[in-house]
């Protein structure tokens, strides 16, 4: 079965080719030539997610699934949530990301966070939705050099380590991206 992954984030196409089965072929908006970014401007993380699918069927007619992903930390109102990947504004990167977010907590005891992860499937003319959400806290200051965006200062439950201190194999295990495909690859095995 061939399905496209509508993303253009070279690490989350590397993370998902490695927890989806066999029988699933990924492919990429490069397979389609799409080389611009798809509009993403919903206020809500299931709105991105279904806005993206919804961009490949209108132009392309192809069966297709996207992801979004958001960091909603307890102490500021669940932000930066579903802004996370422009939290510093546009045009700045992960970093700035986690640099600003790290400020806005200095100080403050209650780290709680969780990442949550919707993904929205087009599939025989069908749209689905898969939710994965991993509880933890943000870090004090930022460790572990593997991983990408918030990785480096999040802490999931059970754990002392931040995601970016884990291989990808650990991290495939626990993580809201990876409960969400979990659901997904069932239903997959299920028709």
């Known amino acids: 079965m061939n399905i496209l992954f509508a993303t253009s984030n070279k690490n989350?196409?590397?993370e998902i080719q490695s927890l989806l089965p066999s029988f699933i072929k990924l492919l990429s908006l490069e397979d389609i030539d799409l080389s611009e970014d798809i509009p993403e401007n919903s206020l809500t993380i299931e709105g991105n997610a279904k806005q993206k699918t919804d961009y490949i069927i209108k132009h392309f007619g192809v069966d297709c699934?996207?992801?979004?992903?958001?960091?909603?930390?307890?102490?500021?109102?669940?932000?930066?949530?579903v802004h996370s990947a422009r939290y510093a504004g546009n045009g700045r990167n992960d970093k700035d990301n986690r640099d600003l977010l790290l400020k806005k907590?200095?100080?403050?005891?209650?780290?709680?966070?969780r990442f949550k992860t919707v993904i929205s499937l087009y599939?025989?003319?069908?749209?689905?939705?898969?939710?994965?959400?991993?509880?933890g806290s943000i870090a004090i200051e930022e460790t572990g050099d593997k991983g990408f965006g918030y990785d480096s200062i999040?802490?999931?439950?059970?754990?002392?380590?931040?995601?970016?201190?884990?291989?990808?194999?650990?991290?495939?295990k626990i993580s809201h991206r990876a409960r969400a495909f979990?659901?997904?690859i069932s239903f997959f095995k299920d028709v």
Do not use: H
């Not at 699934?65 to 949530?81: K, M, Q, R």
């Not at 025989?124 to 939705?129: A, C, E, F, M």
């Not at 999040?154 to 495939?172: Q, Y």
């Open 65 to 81: 699934f996207a992801d979004d992903t958001g960091l909603e930390v307890e102490a500021l109102n669940g932000s930066p949530g």
């Open 123 to 135: 599939y025989n003319k069908q749209q689905y939705l898969f939710e994965g959400i991993i509880n």
């Open 12 to 14: 989350k196409l590397k």
């Open 182 to 184: 979990s659901k997904m």
């Open 154 to 172: 999040f802490i999931p439950e059970n754990e002392t380590r931040t995601f970016a201190e884990m291989s990808l194999g650990e991290k495939n």
């Open 105 to 113: 907590l200095e100080g403050i005891k209650d780290r709680s966070a």
